[in-house]
């Protein structure tokens, strides 16, 4: 049974940036076939899909976000620990939201975290 949880700060100040790692047990990062997602949700909006790197870590982040987010979002990984992480700069209130990190399996997400509500303010 694959398990991920997410760490990181609940509160970030503007302009800082935010750091969210995905501990991964069950299973490896590494095994072919599968990717990493990071997903979000702001409050009182639907899920925002953001990127995912996959087992040959290659990344890969959504062509529907908006090039502002996008170019301050980078996914990595640590192989020796089995994690991978989300890095989001100069956040502001907008980045607010719940974080969630997966699995995807083919074209869907079949493992959640919990997810960790994050908060951007002063």
């Known amino acids: 049974q694959v398990q991920l949880q997410e760490s990181g700060p609940g509160l970030v100040k503007p302009s800082q940036t935010l750091s969210l790692t995905c501990t991964v047990s069950?299973?490896?990062?590494?095994?072919?076939?599968?990717?990493w997602s990071w997903i979000r949700q702001p409050p009182g909006k639907g899920l925002e899909w953001m990127g995912l790197i996959t087992a040959d870590g290659d990344t890969y982040y959504s062509p529907s976000l908006k090039t502002s987010l996008k170019s301050r979002t980078s996914i990595s990984r640590d192989t020796s620990k089995n994690q991978f992480s989300l890095q989001l700069s100069s956040v502001t209130p907008e980045d607010t939201a719940v974080y969630y990190c997966a699995r995807r399996s083919w074209s869907s997400e079949d493992y959640w975290g919990q997810g960790t509500q994050v908060t951007v303010s002063s």
């Open positions: 069950g299973g490896s990062i590494t095994t072919s076939g599968y990717a």
